[in-house]
């Protein structure tokens, strides 16, 4: 009788997107706010508060510990070019998401939708009509 042969294991280039899931609320609330576009930090904090009809008010201490994190992990990038540097403060840093950043929010998104769903099956959360 023969041995079987392993097959080799497929090496990875890096983290995969559910490498970094669950993601805490604040650092979702972040990778969201980059999804549609460029932003520097006070935007960040101004569309999460809209976006949350003020529910969620990130301090800029909390901001800047998550764009810290966001940025060793490599979710998101600093810009080193400004939209508009005619019309804007040149001491403000601008991110975006890297496609990294997008698929992890996206799988958070997903896991968050399919947690939803447990929760309306179960009859804790109505279901729509």
């Excluded at 520097?40 to 009809?53: K, M, N, P, S, V």
């Amino acid at each position: 009788m023969g041995r079987m042969r392993r097959m080799p294991r497929l090496r990875r280039e890096g983290p995969e997107a559910n490498d970094f899931l669950p993601l805490p609320r604040d650092t979702f609330d972040v990778l969201v706010s980059l999804a549609d576009r460029d932003r520097h930090g006070y935007a960040i904090l101004q569309d999460i508060a809209e976006r949350t009809d003020g529910r969620i008010r990130l301090s800029p201490s909390t901001l800047y510990a998550v764009i810290k994190r966001l940025l060793e992990s490599e979710l998101i990038e600093e810009l080193s070019e400004r939209p508009d540097p005619a019309h804007d403060d040149e001491r403000r840093r601008y991110y975006r998401l890297t496609p990294l950043g997008r698929r992890v929010a996206e799988s958070e998104a997903a896991r968050l939708t399919r947690l939803l769903a447990d929760a309306r099956a179960s009859g804790l959360v109505p279901r729509r009509r």
